[in-house]
């Protein structure tokens, strides 16, 4: 199964960027932990500072991919546009955040994805990928309307 790990702006400088909100370690750290722990997977990773890079992406691989797990970082509160095009893909998206966004500022405690997700994790860390990643591995490929 191909899942996409989908990463948005600034998530680039984890493990350097606030680290007492989004912790120490770097996304291309801990990515060989989750290629580990879930070899069912052929995991995918992309990260892109740019609104049009996501879109392009969730475009090019949401009609074949399994799953997808995105982070959006600030796009997710303010991207119509990054949204329509998680609406828009048949593959499903769960939505994940490093911090609980519901004890951030009140701007981001909004979410412009989250009803076009299977559903949404926030406030574990890099532990959230983990978290979508079991998600997926209870679905069953032709649940999710995908030929085996």
Known sequence: MQILLL????LNLLGRREPGIYGTRSFEDFLPELVEAFPQFELEYFQSNHEGGLIDKLHEVGFSYHGIVLNAGGFTHTSVALADAVAAIGSPVVEVHLSNLHA???FRQR?????????????????????????FDGQRPKRMGFRV
């Open 7 to 10: 990463n948005g702006p600034n």
């Open 111 to 135: 979410s412009l994805l989250g009803r076009h997700c299977a559903g949404s994790i926030s406030g574990f860390g890099l532990d959230s990928y983990r978290l979508a990643l079991h998600h």
């Open 104 to 106: 951030r500022e009140e």
